[in-house]
């Protein structure tokens, strides 16, 4: 069985691989919003996939999320 965490960051993970073009960036807020998650836990989830290099983070303004394409790797 899988935990809540763990099915956020799924979750998160398709959502960028479905709903972004290459470059497009989204916020945690935007992300949490879309899920009903809250939004400090998903940061910091997103947070961690960025750390691991499974989704690109960029800070300040016009920062965000975004994900990782496979020629990136």
Same mark, same amino acid.
């Given at each position: 069985?899988?935990?809540?965490?763990?099915?956020?960051?799924?979750?998160?993970?398709?959502?960028?691989?479905?709903?972004?073009?290459?470059?497009?960036?989204?916020?945690? #807020?935007? &992300? *949490?919003?879309?899920?009903?998650?809250?939004?400090? %836990?998903?940061?910091?989830?997103? =947070?961690?996939?960025?750390?691991? #290099?499974? &989704? *690109?983070?960029?800070?300040?303004?016009?920062?965000? %999320?975004?994900?990782?394409?496979? =020629?990136?790797?």
């Amino acid at each position: 069985m899988l935990s809540q965490a763990c099915k956020y960051a799924i979750r998160a993970v398709l959502f960028h691989g479905v709903e972004s073009d290459e470059g497009q960036k989204y916020g945690a #807020k935007k &992300i *949490s919003e879309e899920f009903e998650v809250p939004q400090p %836990f998903l940061a910091q989830l997103l =947070r961690t996939l960025a750390s691991i #290099k499974v &989704i *690109s983070s960029i800070k300040g303004p016009g920062g965000g %999320f975004s994900f990782k394409y496979i =020629r990136d790797f």
